[in-house]
């Protein structure tokens, strides 16, 4: 098992508190959720809880941000994208604001809310977005990484957060560039790329696919746009199929986004792991996986039909 | 800032600076393209005071980081905004017969990254007051005595996300925020109060916590003494409601419905050119007798 790293978006607020004095906080009333109360304690004079406001918190982010401050917000992942959808495409990405949002409980992440709290869509939504960077880390050292990189990059940008703690899987050092795909394992049959919380099922799944004589390349990816079009193309022809995993629909997801690249470059096949166009339940981490077929044996079964279908096109 | 702040010369060249804007809005329209007419000439003098008198500006430099900002929250109002922006010099009158057309720096609706001088993009209705509120916060973290004003529309007043700005702005007690509903009654497909009613809009600003003044938003001296007065009031946000007319100046257009978006024929172009013509030379016989 990996080790874990506590609070990791708000240990990373409090980092950046360090540097950025323009740095705001923002919350919409799920402070705990967000894990930054230990920032509103040590700098309540660069944090704002709104109360459940969240278009307007959207808004006051934006006037916070042509005031030349840094933004972080906060709420539940659907509560940020779906729900606040106009606000955040005008106030946020026409307006090329230096607003972050930070998504937390990202889809089947929210077991214990329930349909109406688990965000199946909102990397498509902002994916869509121009001017909007996306991410969906990897890891706690990701989206640590993530956060020292906005700070220092104005601009709109979605990430997804991690509440709690959150695993750490990759090299600090090698994780410092979030835009950067990293290959984790080497493999010539096929390829995984994995965003979120997917990154962890994908490493168990390779390495029981190991045992069969399979060789497959993982890739984690934190970073969906602006995506590594470089190493996913690399990977495309290097192995000669992909697997896409994420916890998202896969509608204009991850997997949507590996598609459009090697279809235009270099085709080869594409299986997608993801929420297949549904709605979510409650549940625990385990049961959602399997019912929304995002779990170790899909990521198992979609390598052996990528691989399959590898066989098939060559002949 | 009292009563005598202003002396009636500067009230009378207020009003032909108005006519100025008036006439900007016409040549926009006529030359540029169909504009949203109602509500901008609603607007010519809460924009015209705000940009010539009660404001701290400065058009040769847009971006001065001192300035007062002005977030227009009806952003349909943008041929409002270009006519009096043209008309205190931030850019030439010429540059107005561009509007709406391919290549403009003059969008339909506010673009702040096109042209200099727009302190937030805006069209989509609802989102200015909390923008506003934003600005006005960070004011305070700076440390800056700076004002932020905000035009919002009667219609405006359905969004939902006003009344959450609205709450955030006063428990915040951001008196630095001084905002003006145009209440020109009326939306795109009719009036307010027979569509979704708004009223008691000063009851409704007050129970939120705001400091609440309704003046005759086409009385350039009740506007100031209104902004001159929500300056001196402290703890909290203000907002004036404005009583204005839709498509003020110009009969043919005065609170008729089809007159929200429309582009000027050449005949009505040139009866409104008289229209203005005739409220010019009764300013001018004014001016003469005022000497």
């Known amino acids: 098992m990996y080790p874990k790293i506590d609070k990791p978006y708000g240990a990373g607020l409090l980092k950046l508190a360090e540097t950025h ?51 972080f917000s906060g709420t539940f992942a659907c509560f940020i994208t779906q729900r606040v959808y106009d606000q955040v495409a005008i106030s946020v990405a026409y307006m090329q604001n230096n607003v972050k949002l930070c998504g937390i409980e990202a889809a089947l992440t929210s077991g214990s809310n329930g349909a109406t709290h688990q965000s199946m869509m909102d990397l498509a939504l902002m994916r869509a977005l121009p001017n909007m960077r996306v991410y969906d880390p990897v890891d706690a050292v990701s989206l640590n990484a993530v956060m020292h990189y906005e700070a220092d990059h104005p601009g709109p940008a979605y990430l997804r957060g991690i509440r709690k703690s959150g695993p750490a899987i990759l090299d600090p050092a090698a994780a410092a560039d979030p835009c950067k795909a990293l290959i984790l394992r080497e493999g010539r049959d096929a390829t995984v790329i994995a965003s979120g919380i997917m990154l962890e099922r994908a490493l168990a799944a390779v390495d029981e696919l190991a045992k069969t004589g399979i060789e497959v390349r993982v890739v984690a990816l934190s970073c969906l746009k602006p995506i590594d079009e470089e190493t996913i193309l690399r990977c495309a022809a290097e192995t000669g199929c992909i697997v896409s ?6 509608i204009g997801g991850l997997g949507s986004a590996v ?49 399959e279908l590898k066989k098939k096109y060559k002949n | 800032m009292t009563n005598n702040d ?21 040549d926009l329209t006529f030359y ?28 040769d430099l847009p971006l001065w980081g001192k300035r007062d900002r002005l977030v227009i929250s009806k952003g349909h109002a943008a041929p409002g905004m270009y006519a009096v922006m043209a008309a205190r010099g931030f850019f030439p009158a010429e540059e107005l017969k ?69 709450l955030t702005a006063a428990q915040h007690k951001l008196d630095k925020i001084i905002a003006f509903v145009d209440d020109n009654q009326m939306q795109v497909d009719g009036f307010t109060k027979d569509i979704l009613n708004v009223e008691p809009l000063v009851q409704k600003w007050e129970s939120f916590g705001w400091h609440v003044q309704r003046i005759d938003g086409s009385d350039v001296e009740q506007i100031l003494k209104a902004a001159a007065l929500a300056k001196s009031v402290q703890g909290k946000p ?43 030379a009764a300013f001018t016989a004014l001016s003469g007798k005022g000497a």
């Open chain 1, 21 to 71: 004095p323009e740095l705001v906080v923002i919350d919409a009333d799920l402070s705990r959720a967000c894990d930054t109360g230990d920032f509103a304690q040590k700098y309540p004079e660069r944090y704002l809880n709104l109360g459940v406001t969240e278009a307007n918190m959207i808004g006051v982010s934006a006037g916070l941000a042509l005031s030349g401050k840094l933004v």
């Open chain 1, 245 to 250: 995993a994420e916890n998202h629909t896969v």
């Open chain 1, 259 to 307: 598609s459009e690249i090697v279809g235009e470059a270099c085709p080869v096949p594409v299986v997608k792991v993801g929420i297949h166009d549904a709605f979510g339940e409650v549940g625990s981490a385990e049961y959602l996986a399997e019912k929304f077929r995002i779990g170790v044996p899909d990521i198992l079964a979609a390598v052996n039909k990528a691989v």
């Open chain 2, 6 to 26: 202003w002396s009636q010369d500067e009230i009378l060249d207020l009003k032909k600076k108005c006519l100025e804007v008036r006439r900007n809005i016409l």
């Open chain 2, 32 to 59: 540029g393209s169909s504009s949203h007419l109602g509500g901008s000439l609603s607007s010519v003098e809460i924009l015209t005071c705000l940009l010539f008198r009660i404001m701290s500006i400065n058009p």
């Open chain 2, 98 to 166: 561009t509007f709406g057309k391919s290549g403009t720096r003059l969008q339909k609706h506010l673009d702040m990254h096109k042209l200099p001088g727009i302190d937030a993009s805006s069209g989509s209705l609802g989102q200015g007051l909390s923008i506003a509120a934003g600005m006005a916060l960070a004011d305070r973290m700076d440390g800056k005595e700076r004002f932020t004003y905000v035009l919002m529309g009667d219609g405006e007043m359905q969004e939902g996300q006003i009344w959450e700005a609205a």
């Open chain 2, 238 to 280: 203000h907002v004036i409601i404005a009583d204005t007319i839709k498509g003020k100046g110009f009969d043919f257009m005065e609170l008729k419905v089809e007159w929200h978006s429309r582009g000027l024929t050449e005949d009505e172009y040139c009866s409104a050119i008289n229209q203005l013509a005739a409220a010019e």
